[in-house]
């Protein structure tokens, strides 16, 4: 299979295949056309069939796709044939929430742990998962093997934070704080801002053009 050169919007457009292969899934559907997906989807057929020939097609001529191996491929494509241990770091309102969504596990994200410098959250539990204090997080992140660490501080402290995790050689930074980290080769972020998400929303609002 083809790794390299996979443009970052086919990369982009991965987790909402997997999610609609999901619910096909789900109601039994064993095959689909590039058509069809094209109609749940909202991508062009040919826009289907080009992203997944990117990674060698999976369909055939006249039959279309295989619902089930077309989710588990596109699943291991997106490495979520493994498990991933996790922390968050932050371990307030934002934090609390997300520690407390359980979907995240179901799909091989594991958490481990969260962390806060606020002493009063020391040893509190979210669900079985405790929270510790920020002078045990180099100890725990190597004896957990964490892979993924979520920030969730506040603005001034993401940064820190997150060199403090390069420092422990964690890889990959889901950073909710509103700012774009900056990371070093090798590591990857991905910066969720959902405002921006209601800034656009707001937008189209004011702006409607029919
Ligand atoms: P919060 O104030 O309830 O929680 C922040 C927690 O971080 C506190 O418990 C605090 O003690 C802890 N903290 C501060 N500095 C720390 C450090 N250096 N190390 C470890 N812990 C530290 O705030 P909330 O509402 O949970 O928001 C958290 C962050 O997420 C904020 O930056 C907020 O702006 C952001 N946010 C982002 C959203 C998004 O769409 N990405 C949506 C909502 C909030």
Redesign the pocket.
């Known amino acids: 299979m083809q790794k390299n050169r996979i443009s970052m919007a086919v990369i982009r457009r991965l987790p909402k295949y997997h999610r609609y292969l999901k619910e096909l899934l789900e109601k039994d559907v064993k095959r689909i056309s590039s058509k069809e997906l094209s109609e749940i989807i909202g991508f062009t057929a040919s826009q289907i069939r080009q992203d997944l020939n990117n990674f060698g097609g999976f369909g055939q001529q006249g039959y279309g796709y295989n619902v089930e191996e077309l989710f588990y491929e596109i699943g291991k494509i997106l490495g979520l044939n493994r498990t991933y241990n996790t922390v968050i ?9 997300l520690a407390n969504y359980v979907s995240f596990e179901k799909f091989g994200f594991a958490l481990k742990g969260l ?4 002493p009063k ?1 020391i040893g509190l539990k979210i669900r079985d998962i405790e929270i510790y204090d ?1 002078d045990e997080l180099e100890e725990f992140i190597i004896k957990n093997n964490i892979e993924i660490a979520y ?8 940064q ?2 997150a060199e403090r995790m390069m420092d422990c050689n964690i890889k990959a930074i889901w ?5 774009d980290i900056k990371v070093r080769e090798g590591v990857v972020v991905e ?6 998400n209601l800034f656009t929303l707001s937008y189209f609002l004011n702006n409607n053009e029919e």
């Open positions: 770091i932050g371990a307030g309102n934002l934090g609390q929430a962390f806060d410098i606020n959250m920020m920030i969730c501080t506040n603005r001034e402290s993401a820190v934070t950073n909710f704080a509103p700012v910066n969720v801002h959902l405002i921006e």
